[in-house]
T-cell receptor, first 110, second 113 residues
């Protein structure tokens, strides 16, 4: 089975840095994804990690530790438009399906 | 030039009815999916399908059935709709391979009265 945990809600200030954590226990592992979802919209792809370490993409970075079953998404220089839900998703090792966590609703305040 | 499209965007219907949601992708992807997002925003996989096999999440009632007329389409048929089926249904597609991300359609908000 799959178990993916994230904090339900977080609040951060415009211009600051925020880290959203994700822990997972899955039957097989074939990569971890982060998605952003604004209210009423579809999820959009942010980042992908399959090897341990940090992947940086502009203001967003994602880290993975496979031995710890742990990832985080780091958002720098927060902007109001970053207010959204951030979904951690793990691809399993069998059918290659993508399983999502419950998502973290981030609110950026002035 | 929409990558993954779904119709309708909104669907309001009575309990017991049968309805379909259509999905099309023009990305040339070989795998398509249906996800259900409930009121708590939890995104749960229902089906994945490529031209080789259909994988069904065992928790999905058999009132739900995917139909794929060709590689670019994966429609979702729902029989005998129930109140608990109210949710947003997302279609998605990806290219086969572990590193490829899913591209999601805009979602269909289904409300069962």
């Amino acid at each position: 089975g799959q178990n993916i945990d994230q904090p339900t809600e977080m609040t951060a200030t415009e211009g600051a840095i925020v880290q959203i954590n994700c822990t997972y226990q899955t039957s097989g592992f074939n990569g971890l994804f982060w998605y952003q979802q604004h209210a009423g919209e579809a999820p959009t792809f942010l980042s992908y990690n399959v090897l341990d370490g940090l992947e940086e993409k502009g203001r967003f970075s994602s880290f993975l530790s496979r031995s710890k079953g742990y990832s985080y998404l780091l958002l720098k220089e927060l902007q109001m438009k970053d207010s959204a839900s951030y979904l951690c998703a793990v691809r399993d090792g069998g059918a290659n399906n993508l399983f999502f966590g419950t998502g973290t609703r981030l609110t950026v305040i002035p | 030039d929409t990558a993954v499209s779904q119709t309708p965007k909104y669907l309001v219907t009575q309990m017991g009815n049968d309805k379909s949601i259509k999905c099309e992708q023009n990305l040339g992807h070989d795998t398509m999916y249906w996800y259900k997002q409930d009121s708590k925003k939890f995104l749960k996989i229902m089906f994945s399908y490529n031209n080789k096999e259909l994988i069904i999440n065992e928790t999905v009632p058999n009132r739900f059935s995917p139909k794929s007329p060709d590689k670019a389409h994966l429609n979702l048929h729902i029989n005998s709709l129930e109140l608990g089926d109210s949710a947003v249904y997302f279609c998605a597609s990806s290219q086969e391979g572990s590193g490829t991300a899913l591209s999601f359609g805009p979602g269909t908000r289904l409300t069962v009265l």
